[in-house]
């Protein structure tokens, strides 16, 4: 079963745009970790955020984790084309031997011209 | 290799027949685990191998579905007597570790059963 929702479930903008994108999960976490998907395609590791770090950037990324709300956002600045893709977080369990995730439903990003 | 590998890239399957998927994973990667996406929603967790064990497979769905890495290497995916549902995108990730930094993935396979 898919531990998180995300919001909005699709998203449309121009480029140059930013783009923001919600996860909202129910159980306890280690780390939360976006990935990107293009159609067709396997999944792109993005970023991660253990679960004792609020904020984290990565060149046009930003990923706020709030555990108290058990939330994250994904901020993508300056949009281009080929930011088009769905976008799934997914929360990290660790079993002690592997950090097992859980993926949220995904939100469909849609950059146009 | 590159990057995680799997094969074929698509499968069509009549009902009642057996199916295999590969995955080569990250040279290296002594962590693997498997994952289906029907479509429209997120992967869900199938079963994890760390090397040849297989530690955790309590997402695989029923007993017609089976996984095996014998030498910690190549994984199979297998799926027996294949239903209408079980047509989706299997996904394969290796990790150097446990995937305590995040997973590579492969392609997936995109099975539709018929």
């Known amino acids: 079963s898919q531990q998180g929702e995300e919001d909005p479930q699709a998203l449309s903008i121009q480029e140059g745009e930013n783009a923001t994108m919600n996860c909202s999960y129910k159980?306890?976490?280690?780390?939360l970790q976006w990935y990107r998907q293009n159609s067709g395609r396997g999944l792109v590791h993005l970023i991660l955020?253990?679960?004792?770090?609020r904020e984290k950037h990565s060149g046009r990324l930003r990923v706020t984790l709030d555990t108290s709300k058990k939330s994250s956002s994904l901020l993508i600045t300056a949009s281009r084309a080929a930011d088009t893709a769905s976008y799934f977080c997914?929360?990290?369990?660790?079993?002690?031997?592997?950090?097992?995730?859980?993926f949220g439903t995904g939100t469909r990003l849609q950059v146009t011209l | 290799g590159a990057g995680v590998s799997q094969s074929p890239r698509y499968k069509v399957a009549k009902r009642g027949q057996d199916v295999a998927l590969r995955c080569d994973p990250i040279?290296?990667?002594?962590?693997l685990f498997w994952y289906q996406q029907a479509l429209g929603q997120g992967p869900e967790f199938l079963t994890y191998?760390?090397?040849?064990?297989?530690?955790?497979k309590s997402g695989l769905p029923s007993d017609r579905f089976f996984a095996e890495r014998p030498e910690g290497s190549v994984s199979t995916l297998k799926i027996q007597r294949t239903q209408q549902e079980d047509s989706a995108v299997y996904l394969c990730?290796?990790?150097?570790?446990?995937?305590?930094?995040?997973?590579?993935f492969g392609s997936g396979t995109r099975l539709t059963v018929v």
């Open positions: 990730a290796s990790s150097q570790g446990g995937g305590f930094y995040g997973y590579t």
């Open positions: 159980t306890s976490i280690n780390n």
């Open positions: 997914a929360t990290g369990r660790n079993t002690g031997t592997a950090s097992k995730l859980t």
């Open positions: 040279s290296g990667h002594v962590s």
């Open positions: 955020i253990r679960s004792n770090e």
């Open positions: 191998f760390q090397n040849e064990a297989q530690l955790d």
